[in-house]
């Protein structure tokens, strides 16, 4: 039997929640559903789609009935800011209280996603880009700098991307990249 989620969405923003994921409108109404609950993700010039298998009460207000023609995402993610903890995903590596750096931490991964190494990348504004498509930053796993200074980045996605990898690589730190190396909750493990 194939169980067909219903699609809720747009949103603009999405933040971690004490029910899993909170997606935020730009009326700024949110929506918390259960990580678990959530089945696939889409991400396109209107906003964030999201495919869950809820009945949650509340829900119906959020529901799509358009055609998603997005990105599938294979991970959403959130700021941590060590005083004021999650950050939305909008915050891009700064705390909207206090205004300090925060972590990048991964908070679903769609149960498709893999990872590769891809490289060399490129940084084009703060962000990772690879075959001319710039990377979120939730599909950056890890950065790596060959002794030549080439980058390489583990990503998620939906293909195993296969390039020659050079043997020694080290992590990178980049500057200019609006990018930490993501934190895991306890549950996912790449």
């Not at 730009?26 to 678990?36: F, G, Q």
């Not at 696939?40 to 023609?69: E, H, K, P």
């Not at 490129?122 to 700098?145: A, D, T």
């Amino acid at each position: 039997m194939l169980r067909v989620g219903n699609v809720y969405g747009p949103f603009s923003d999405w933040v971690r929640s004490a029910h899993g994921v909170a997606f935020i409108t730009d009326s700024r109404r949110r929506l918390d559903i259960t990580s678990s609950s959530i089945h696939q993700v889409y991400l396109d010039f209107s906003g964030l789609f999201v495919i869950a298998f809820t009945s949650a009460r509340g829900t119906s207000r959020f529901l799509y009935s358009g055609q998603v023609r997005g990105r599938r995402l294979a991970s959403l993610w959130d700021w941590e800011c060590v005083v004021h903890g999650p950050q939305s995903a909008k915050t891009e590596g700064t705390c909207g209280k206090c205004g300090k750096a925060t972590f990048l931490t991964i908070i679903w991964r769609d149960r498709d996603a893999v990872s590769s190494i891809v490289g060399p990348v490129k940084i084009v504004r703060g962000r990772i880009m690879f075959g001319g498509r710039v990377l979120e930053p939730g599909e950056v796993l890890e950065l790596m700098m060959t002794k030549d200074g080439d980058l390489y980045a583990r990503v998620l996605g939906f293909e195993v991307v296969e390039v020659e990898v050079p043997e020694r690589m080290l992590p990178a730190d980049v500057p200019e990249v609006i990018w930490t190396p993501p934190k895991t909750d306890w549950w996912w493990r790449w």
